[in-house]
């Protein structure tokens, strides 16, 4: 017991040297290439903290192996531009002023709902609501809201039509049928929802709709009340 709890306390002093020595971004939001070194360490550490039969000098070197490793990568990292954006990927405009890139979403494996999400986790309710939206190559979500974005943002939006289909549970909250919204659809000049990208309404009847390939549209419904 106590050779394991001495072999513990040296593998977690090598760690804390090492993890300091990456810097402040290793332990911030971290590169792709950098979430794989941390995993890599920490199971490199485990191994001769729990087998006394490895020979801790094993595990030890192995550490100091991948942090050599992660400077020459940082190095590439910083010093060639081309091959920042392979190693560490490129930030991906996933929405901007003509609406959605379906494209960009897809390239990111994400969907509508993702972008609505991290949208919403950002402080904006409604697609309309910011010119530009991108996925950072560290995966983080950043956002460029119109001037005058909170008057956009009078109820709360729900994706009525995503990938051509329809939500009913979210078409019985609105409390009208399909042909309604059809209907609204055709006097907007788009005749097949199916190319509908999405669809979302807010309780005043806000309407915002995207074709895949065209610019987004908004048209408002005159309500008699707000439903949420």
């Given at each position: ?37 941390t995993?890599?360490i ?13 020979p ?60 609505v ?42 994706i ?47 309407i915002?709709?995207?074709e895949?390939g ?12 707000k439903l949420?």
């Open positions: 017991m106590a050779l394991i709890f001495i072999r513990t306390c040296i593998i977690f002093i090598t760690l804390l040297i090492i993890m300091r020595l990456m810097g402040k971004r290793q332990i911030g939001e971290m590169q792709p290439y950098e979430l794989v070194i995993l890599i920490a199971d490199l550490a485990c191994i001769p903290m729990s087998d006394t039969s490895i801790l000098a094993y595990g030890i070197v192995a550490i100091i192996s991948i942090y050599f490793l992660h400077q020459v990568v940082c190095l590439i990292d910083l010093g060639i531009p081309k091959a920042k954006a392979i190693v560490s990927g490129s930030p991906s405009i996933v929405l901007n002023k003509n609406g959605i890139d379906d494209k960009e979403l897809k390239k990111n494996n994400l969907d509508i709902s993702d972008l999400e991290s949208l919403r986790s950002a402080g904006y309710f409604s697609l309309d609501a910011v010119d530009y939206a991108l996925y950072e190559s560290n995966g983080s979500f950043s956002a460029l809201p119109k001037p005058e974005y909170e008057e956009e943002q009078t109820s709360l939006p729900v009525l039509i995503k990938d051509g289909k329809f939500d009913e549970n979210n078409l019985q909250l609105t409390k009208r049928n399909k042909e309604y919204f059809l209907r609204v659809l055709r006097e907007n000049h788009c005749e097949n929802p199916k190319k509908l990208l999405v669809l979302t309404v807010d309780g005043n009847g806000k915002y709709f995207q895949r065209k610019k987004f549209c908004v048209v408002r419904m005159n309500w008699e009340k949420w």
